[in-house]
């Protein structure tokens, strides 16, 4: 098991792979997910509504690229879910505190 291992990953198919855009497109495509999941931590005024949704259009648009393009390219529809989910957190974070808190203390004065 050891030995096959090693063999299958220095196969033709997979040194192909390693070296294409189709792998390292979504490798480095995954910075802008991990920056907004982070960005999680940050106090929501810091935000972007209009960045927000565009990033989360872009990634609503290219998740269906990532499927239809063939061979599929799992890597990059796995990292526009997850942008896609983050940005939508993130999105709802700016309404929250735009729009939702604000007229709380507008209500409270």
Known sequence: MFKRIPKSLLT???????LSTHFWGPVFNWMIPIATISDTRKHP???SGKMTVALALYSLVFMRFAWK??????LLFACHITNAGAQFAQGYRFV??????QEELDQKK
């Open 12 to 18: 033709k198919e997979t040194k192909d792979y390693l």
């Open 45 to 47: 005024k810091i935000i």
């Open 69 to 74: 393009v063939n061979p599929r390219n799992l």
């Open 96 to 101: 929250n505190y735009h729009y939702i808190q």
